[in-house]
């Protein structure tokens, strides 16, 4: 919870994630950024400044970056906390190159576990390494634990450099008390000399100071020594698991390897057996697709013949009800048939009782006015035409139709004007056909059509007409249409 608060923070503090990175440790390079004056501790509460130095083995960049971890990890990402480390300014890539960095302490770790700084760049890889170090008070039976072999191997190197100075400590300390006496000979000797000697005194105290300190330091490195020997015990075992495990898993890998030859050559079997199937398939799978085509096409044959006997029993439907209500129509109009033939039987009846009149009076017609003739031309042959001549001739015109073409009159014209008074009262009567109501000679043409045609209904389509009393025959028509 700590570290991811951390992280959160520093991620606020600098607006960006540093870049990290899966590489294991036996491909990072620890010795090419070295830390400096490294603490054993730092008390908590309180800022910690971190020195490092650049080698001429590494060329710094933008997203570099220093941050702490807790000692045992494995992978960059495993952070507790981290600073962006500065470019050096004015300083060329052959010299080494003095950094440092300050880490806030709310952002340090709380605990009392082991920590180190890495450099870490861009690339996620880490460059350097500090010794562990923790925060906390310091006590006297600490001890630092680094897991990782190049610190064991740079820790080593720092050993044999403290070795090496403490020997040559050792050796101008031997100098320096064999100085110191020769200077005491010549303070007994000569007094001159005496500040001298103080001098030389006061550089021996400074001198065996320093040797205590180094003597101090020599037995924590000793220390750090047995502890880095017992790790590189531990080290050793587990390269020689790692040896055992490598050559178990190469023995298991040639295994494999010789059964994959064999499962390569079942493959290659199996592909000529595949490619066979697959050209059968292919085949099949046309022969298939033409059977689909054919079958789709009988479905659509099927399905157009069932639509079409649909509507044909649909219109077999519509017809056997037409047929029902022809029927009933035609049994009407056969009923209305026997009145109208009876009705002209009776028509042609009086027209030939009529035709015969008509005979008769024309055959009188014609005899009185062979009488008329013969009368005139007796008449022009008389003696008084003085008398005649006075007449003018339109008075002697009289219609023939009216007078019989006589000059005294017709007598038979009164009978012969009631025959066809008679036939003319015959032809102006108007009878409609339909409800065999009379109508008088004075009506109005478009009121007797108008009276004919409120009985009919007209066919918008074909302009036919039918009958109201026959709607049904008339609908059955209109739905015919329909079907069209």
């Known amino acids: ?93 052959d010299t080494a190159v003095q950094q440092q960095i300050q880490f806030k302490a709310y952002y340090l770790p709380k605990d009392d576990e082991y920590y180190q700084f890495c450099y870490v760049d861009q690339d996620g890889v880490v460059r350097g390494a500090s010794v562990p170090f923790q925060f906390r008070a310091e006590t006297e039976d600490d001890i630092l634990v680094v897991t990782t072999q190049g610190e064991v191997e740079e820790i080593e190197l720092q050993n044999k450099n403290l070795l090496k100075e403490n020997e040559e400590l050792k050796e101008s300390c031997t100098s320096l008390q064999k100085k110191n006496m020769d200077l005491q000979e010549q303070l007994k000797k000569t007094q001159e000399l005496q500040n001298g000697f103080e001098s ?160 008769e009076t024309d055959k009188e017609n014609q005899k009185l006015k062979d009488e008329h003739n013969a009368l005139l031309r007796r008449l022009s042959q008389t003696a008084d035409l003085s008398s005649f001549s006075v007449v003018s001739p339109s008075q002697h015109q009289i219609r023939p139709s009216a007078m019989g073409s006589l000059v005294f009159g017709n007598p038979y014209y009164a009978s012969g004007a009631n025959l066809e008074a008679r036939a003319a009262d015959v032809a102006s009567i108007r009878k409609c056909p339909m409800c065999d109501e009379v109508f008088p000679e004075d009506i109005d043409t478009s009121q007797y059509e108008e009276h004919v045609q409120s009985h009919l209904l007209d066919c918008p389509l074909c302009h036919e007409t039918f009958e109201k009393s026959n709607k049904q025959v008339f609908d059955d028509h209109i739905y015919c249409h329909g079907l069209e």
């Open 200 to 359: 030389l005194k006061s550089n021996k105290e400074k001198l065996e100071l320093e040797l205590n300190s180094l003597k101090k330091e020599n037995k924590h490195l000793k220390e750090l020594d047995n502890c880095r020997e017992a790790e590189l015990h531990q080290l050793k075992e587990q390269i020689q698991n790692v040896t055992s495990e490598k050559e178990r898993l190469e023995t298991r890998l040639k295994t494999v390897l010789d059964r994959m030859d064999q499962l390569q050559s079942q493959v290659l079997n199996y592909e000529k057996e595949v490619e066979n199937l697959a050209r059968l398939d292919h085949d099949k799978t046309e022969q298939l697709e033409s059977l689909k085509e054919e079958n789709r096409q009988l479905r659509v044959t099927v399905a157009e013949q069932r639509k079409h006997k649909e509507e044909l029993e649909h219109a077999l439907e519509n017809l056997k009800g037409m047929e029902a209500s022809l029927s009933h129509f035609l049994q009407n109009e056969q009923d209305q048939n026997r009145d109208l033939m009876k009705e002209l039987e009776e028509t042609k009846h009086l027209f030939q009782i009529l035709q015969e009149k008509k005979n």
């Open 1 to 93: 919870m700590g570290a991811e608060l951390s992280k959160n923070s520093t991620m606020d503090e600098t607006s960006d994630e540093p870049p990290t990175s899966a590489v294991l440790l036996d491909n990072c390079h620890f010795s090419q950024v070295t830390f400096n004056n490294v603490e054993k501790f730092y008390i908590p509460g309180g800022d910690v400044t971190c020195y490092y130095t650049l080698t001429n083995n590494i060329v710094p960049r933008g997203k570099d970056w220093v941050g702490i971890f807790q000692v045992g990890w494995k992978t960059t990402r495993e952070y507790y906390t981290f600073m962006w480390a500065p470019l050096p300014s004015g300083v060329s890539g």
